[in-house]
């Protein structure tokens, strides 16, 4: 590792960044953080903690480098080797920390800010209670929602995003409007691309799509607060319309084409998923990948023809910022800030749990001529670039402290 000077540590603002983990094998999105630590480090000095996996010797932008040690001895190995790495940070000159997801680092940070009183930036945005008619909440559950709310309150600041998440999370856990700040998710647009047409004829031809076909992707977790019952109605309405239209000989663009719809993903309602897709009513038309590396997402994004998000509950979703900038038009409902990172004005926003309007909003795009779907692709794609950059969001945290 290499420790600060005291004149850079005088110079410019430091952070700990908190990381899960930067393996690209597994399916979260956390792979994106390096590209975000190099261009916040062009502005700061940047430690990062990452508790899982081994890191490399280095990443770009970042000064100071550990590892999380105790990875593989119990919960208290994994507290105690947080509080080492706390006071290791702390002995470099780090007080200010930035985490979104890791619930024992929090505690530790709020157990050991009497000794080196540290300032903590959580990260929380979205709903993860949302249930199914027949789910019932349990006593996990509710010590998780306890858990967030208490260690909401104790944080310097609760940071969210996109805009209407703001005051949504202010309330949900009783936060004072001027402990809240904004920040956005941010998207590598050079690793979530759009292939040309070489390249993404070869890309279906490897994935085993043909090119007569229009495919729906959906990538997210399989649970029911991600729109996922709503997954199979809407593949049989989408291929009754397309029927309907190949029947009646209509001139337009989506007569004969053959509907795929693909579901990236793992999760509580697999199963319930995998009988809907045996279904002889579909024709086989659903394809289950369960989860997929998060190095091979871009490839899926870049080769589908839309991005369907039905989600009951959202936050901020990075699969909407990933399809944006793989210039994938989305089909999405206007759950938490969907609304926000689309855009205002995008003209596939269903309301929430509107089958009726998420069939219509598929069915136009699929009606599209190519050239007003690469049209609608590319105008995501610079909206990506232009307000979700790494180097955007750096700036937006930058000035957080």
Known sequence: ?????????????????????????????????????????????????????????????????????????????????????????????????????????????????????????????????????????????????????????LVHCLVTGPETMVPFMAGLWGIPRHRMRLLYNDVDAKRFAPLDEEGRARARARLGWGEDEFVLLFVHRLSYRKGVRLLAPLLARVRSVVEEQTDASAADSASGIRVRLVVVGDGPERARLARQAADPALGGRMSLLGAVPNRDLPELYAAADCLVMPSYEEGFPRVLLEAMASATPVVTTNAGGSGDVVGAGYPYVAPVGDLDVLVGHVCAVMSAAPAERRALGRRLRARAEREFSPQRVAAMLHDLL
Not at 93 to 110: E, P, Q, V
Not at 123 to 143: A, C, F, Y
């Open 1 to 153: 590792m290499r420790w600060p000077t005291k004149a850079s540590r005088e110079a410019r603002p430091q952070l700990v960044y908190v990381v899960p983990h930067l393996s690209e094998t597994e399916s979260e999105h956390f792979a994106h953080i390096p590209a975000l630590l190099a261009a916040l480090g062009e502005r700061i000095d940047v430690a990062a903690a990452v508790e899982r996996g081994t890191p490399p010797a280095q990443l770009p932008g970042v000064r100071l480098l550990l590892r999380v040690p105790g990875q593989r001895r119990g919960r208290l190995g994994r507290a105690l080797g947080t509080a080492l790495t706390i006071h290791r940070c702390a002995r470099a000159g780090y007080r200010t920390y930035f985490l979104r997801y890791s619930t024992l680092f929090l505690i530790i940070l709020i157990l050991t800010r009497p000794l080196y009183r540290h300032r903590i930036l959580l990260w929380r945005s979205g709903l993860p209670d949302v249930r199914g008619p027949e789910q019932r909440k349990t006593l996990g559950d509710g010590v998780h929602d306890a858990v967030n709310r208490v260690t909401a309150r």
